[in-house]
């Protein structure tokens, strides 16, 4: 079998109007990246030698999220066939397999495609190969006709077919690969002499037949086909990803107590011996080391945690966290580009921004690090082996020496050198007696006033 290269075109010119959204369709997020991303990283692993994607117009943010890969802007809209000629001159000169891809059909697998662009290499009078698919609701779908041997000889859209056509169960995903020395030949001869007036790509199938080039059908997977076009499809198809990576986290040797409260990012790296408890968000650029215990409720985006730390409950890491290697976070500490290293402990009640907590450094429960006076942020830093009484503010910038303490409910406003104690709050009176007597005098004057 000569093996030849592979070029993909994927439709996206479709606003996805049932989404009643702004955004287009293809960049809503899936595990923290556009569905478009979903695809395109997929259909990289096809090694590609070309890539194009096929977007409508004012579409500028999905030919952002398409980058590298080039567009062909299709305007006006006028069906599928139309938006692979699009793309044509993209295509220029192209001799390999052509596969048609659909931003808003994000769990294709690279084997699936793999599959059908085998299919034409396989067999030299083969120039199609269709996914398709046994729907339970074959619905709306085009139905595939298929002769007697095997072959297909047409597809016929749910609102052109006969009742007869209507019964086939065999149905088209849309997914095609197609050799690039046939495609525009095909294309040309499409027309719009159908129920909905457009240039139907699927025509391909009976111009090919007729000149008699062989078209095969490969079965799909139903699931592997959701196509998304409303918010009901996104969260399907969320929760199908999801799926795969809490799979793979297991595989890979972390532990999930319950891994349908566990959400994932695509990009989220676990180590070995991770053990993650119940309802824990890892949003984008997550990365997390061997040995760590993730305790319930925790929120992290761009956070970095080393190998045996222990973060949570309802730890909450933004961009920038980076907990060092057995560093402690609990409950209820926020941090936000900024550092604990090693050893480094933030048990209770934080907000930890902009700061570099040194090695093994305590902070203690309630304690604030200033680092915003509305217009600009600043910086905390702490030493090493420094002990933060509770309660304290940091007044930023400020820096706590090495091994220095800081006396609870303390606001901190100056610098505090290696190993001094830092105090800056109101001095402690005692008044013996005072209570006592107030009271007695207080409820004299309340007596006398009620007599008279
Ligand atoms: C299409 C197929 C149908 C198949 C179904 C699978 C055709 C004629 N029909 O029907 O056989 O069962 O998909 O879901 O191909 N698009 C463009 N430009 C256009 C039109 C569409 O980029 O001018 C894109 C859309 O964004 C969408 C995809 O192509 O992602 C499919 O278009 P859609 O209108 O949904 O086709 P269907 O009617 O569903
Ligand atoms: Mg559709």
Redesign the pocket.
Known sequence: MIRQETAVVV????IGSRMRSRLPKVLHPIAGRPMIAHVLDTIGRLNPARVSV?I?EDMEAVAKAAAPYPTAV?SP???????VLSARPLLDGFEGTVVIA???TPLVTAETYQKIIDVVAAEPACTVAVLGFRPADPG???RLLVDGDGRVTG?V?ARDATREQLSIGL????VFAIDGRRLFSYLERVGTGNASG?Y???DIIAIAHADGDTCRAVDGDEGELL?VNTRADLARAEAAVQHQLRQRAMDNGATLIDPASVYFSYDTRLGRDVTVSPNVVFGPGTVVGDDVEILGFCHFIEARIDDGARVGPFARLRPGAHVGAGAHVGNFVEMKNATLHDGAKANHLSYIGDAEIGARANVGAGTITCNYDGFVKARTEIGPGAFIGSNTSLVAPVRVGAGAIIGAGSVISQDVGDDALGLARGTFTEKAGWAREFRERQAAAKAASSKT
């Open positions: 439709l996206a010119a479709g096929v409508g299709q809209r006028l069906g599928t066939g139309h938006a659909y931003g808003d709306g779908y085009g597809i859209e149905c088209n995903s849309g457009e139907y790509l699927t196509g």
